[in-house]
């Protein structure tokens, strides 16, 4: 087994050597009119998909058009972005708490029956153990979750239910649990858990909770997928460390030719719960799945495997090899039909969870060559799995096969299309769905290998887009993403209608203001409040007056109503930065520690004279106000500090 590998890394970093040399791209650059054509959008026209790469320890998302695989716009999650000034108002600063960074894995469009219905997408972050929602009504992150009590890790999400119920996560890391309690790294085996997460997802509002979690050994769980039509309500996850090793992992956890994935009946866990059969750990209700049977099964697979993916029909569950040359097909019906006649592997089991037997459930080994990772489908029955060591993407044919294609499966791998290079996701549109788009698939492949203008050490990921409408596939375009996407959606453009201002009758922020007489500078003590609006170009008030000691709150709505007309607050040597879409508020809060005149200025460009959009926050010194200083009642145009609520200035 060391043996083995041992040549599966010697593999791996061999063409990774191989690449780094320099060798030139083996592309075949076909018809280059036609590739061009095909994913020419001409200056004013418009992308046929939405591309939401997620954009891993950027902790952003990417948003690309397709065909043209042009970059559109990012949108902060789990990181501060200046550029759309999140991360420094209030309510983003929030949501983002203490953390200022996440690494996004795993992004997943809200689903209806199956489908993508355009309302929200998830997506997870690995390191600090959180899910965020975007709304697509904006683009803009409304929630994020987390840390998730009792969760290390959240790499293995986020896998959404067919009807959005859940979304799913397993842990990557185990630790002692609760979080906090102190054990040996080398009692691993007795002390440390992982675990799986039902996160509840508000059929109307998609607003996210802890709903329920499923105890489980310290295996390193890896990539998951939920089922659908026969495999609804059950949800799989490969792993890569049955051996329970705690250190060097990289020889430690490839001790096994087989590793055992995770075979979750996610309604039954719900079910549980629901008639008291959990037990509660910092505040969740946690199954044992020893003493609550049905909930979780194990299934050998292939050595170290990676991708988890169930096919459209829901009726093939396929694990990427990663360390074998093959990709594992798992029968569905084949696995409930042994769950159902308890066709266990005799005394296997591990910590009271039952274990199928490979032979069982297993319809096949498709020999699709080296470093098998994800697998993706187009709904006409062919799958497509990235190969990071072969560093291409190969189609080959989902079962039924017929007898001769099952003695000799080699025959159901049809096609192969080099990428450049170590292909890690691959996305084909609405593979996870129960209707996919076709049409499209894009590789993420980790080296770009200096197939790009030479930018230094600091390299991009590149991206191809690949048309997988023929028979063979075809390469079309390459495209380059700042680090790095893990994994990607694809939705039809016209599915969605996001807003592109946010009407004024919507605005429910209760510091909104819309008219002058509203605006103005209050002061209650040392609490120093403005209101201001924003337009074309300028703000009003244009002066703050506070004092060092005060706690300033700003807000300001922009009250455009015109698309495209967005508004910046920038405050000089403050570290505030704002962006107000039309029709929006927006709030920052800060404490005045040093005197000086601070102008603050409209960072976003907006009209010929957008320069001209400034004004003056003046800090005096504490009790020191300026005789002409700017405090107001609403409706109060000026007043000075010393004479409160006196009459209206000139
Ligand atoms: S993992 S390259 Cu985070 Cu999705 Cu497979
Ligand atoms: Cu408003 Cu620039």
Request: hydrophobic letters at 35%; aromatic letters at 8%.
């Amino acid at each position: 087994m060391k043996a083995k590998s041992t040549i599966a890394l010697a593999i791996l970093i061999g063409v990774v050597s191989f690449v780094g040399c320099g060798k030139s791209s083996s592309t075949n650059k076909g018809d280059r009119t036609a590739n061009a054509l095909a994913s020419y959008v001409a200056p004013g026209e418009k992308d046929e998909y939405y591309l939401f790469y997620s954009g891993g320890h950027s902790g952003q998302v990417f948003v690309a058009g397709i065909p043209s695989m042009r970059h559109i716009v990012t949108i902060p999650v789990f990181a501060p972005y200046p550029g759309t000034g999140y991360g420094f108002d209030e309510e983003s600063k929030k949501m983002l708490g203490d953390f200022t960074w996440g690494d996004m894995h795993h992004p997943a469009l809200s689903q209806t029956d199956s489908k993508y219905d355009g309302r929200w997408l998830f997506v997870n972050d690995n390191a600090n153990n959180r899910i965020a929602r975007i709304d697509l009504r904006d683009f803009k992150t409304h929630q994020i979750l987390g840390p998730i009590p009792n969760s290390i890790g959240n790499h293995g999400s986020s896998f959404i239910t067919e009807n959005s119920e859940y979304i799913l996560c397993a842990t990557r890391f185990s630790v002692p649990l609760p979080k906090g309690r102190v054990a040996d790294p080398k009692d691993y085996e007795k002390e440390f858990n992982g675990m799986v997460s039902g996160i509840k997802v508000d059929p109307q509002t998609g607003e996210m909770k802890v709903g329920w979690q499923i105890l489980t050994p310290p295996f390193d769980w890896d990539l998951g997928s939920t089922g659908k039509g026969p495999s609804s309500g059950w949800a799989f996850w490969t792993s890569y460390n049955t051996e329970m090793a705690h250190d060097v992992l990289e020889v430690n956890s490839s001790q096994k030719d087989r590793d055992l994935c995770a075979v979750v009946n996610w309604r039954a866990a719900e079910q549980a719960v629901a008639e008291g059969k959990a037990e509660t750990m910092d505040g969740v209700p946690i199954i044992d799945p020893a003493k609550v049977p049905g909930v979780l099964y194990f299934v050998p697979v292939g050595k170290s495997p990676h991708g988890m993916d169930v096919d459209p029909s829901g009726k093939w569950v396929v694990a990427g090899g990663k360390l074998q040359p093959a990709t594992t097909v798992i029968s569905f019906e084949k696995l409930k039909e042994a769950i159902a006649k308890k066709d266990f592997v005799h005394g296997g089991d591990v910590r009271g969870v039952p274990v199928l037997e490979y032979n069982d459930v297993v319809e096949g080994e498709v020999p699709v060559g080296l470093g098998p990772l994800h697998t993706q489908f187009d709904g006409k029955g062919f799958a497509y799995t990235s190969m990071f060591i072969d560093s291409n993407i190969t189609k080959w044919k989902l079962p039924p096969w017929s007898d001769e294609e099952k003695k000799d499966l080699n025959k159901v791998v049809l096609d192969k299309v080099p990428c450049h290079f170590s292909t890690g996701h691959l996305v084909v549109a609405g593979s996870d769905t129960k209707n996919p788009y076709g049409k499209w698939l894009v590789a993420m492949n980790k080296l770009s290998a200096g197939r790009h203008i030479n930018v230094g050490p600091v390299q991009p990921e590149s991206s191809q887009l690949i048309d997988i409408s023929g028979d063979k596939m075809k390469m079309i375009a390459e495209a380059y993403t700042e680090p790095e996407p893990h994994f990607a959606q694809i939705l039809k453009v016209s599915e969605i209608q996001p807003a592109e201002v946010y009407p004024k009758a919507e605005n429910k922020d209760p510091n909104a203001v819309w008219d002058k007489e509203n605006t103005g500078v209050t002061r209650n003590g040392n609490q120093v409040v403005a209101k201001l609006t924003a337009i074309r170009s300028r703000f009003t008030p244009d002066r703050i007056d506070a004092q060092v000691g005060d706690d300033l709150t700003v807000h300001v709505t922009n009250i455009e109503q015109t698309r495209d007309m967005i508004h910046g607050f920038g405050v000089i040597e403050q570290n505030i930065n704002m962006t107000m879409d039309p029709g929006e508020t927006k709030t920052f809060h800060i404490k005045l520690t040093k005197a000086g005149v601070f102008p603050f200025y409209c960072t976003n460009f907006c009209s010929a004279l957008h320069q001209e959009m400034q004004g003056y926050l003046v800090v005096s010194n504490t009790g020191q106000p300026l005789p002409g200083a700017v405090y107001s009642q609403p409706g109060n145009e000026t007043q000075p500090a010393s004479q409160p609520a006196a009459s209206p200035g000139n």
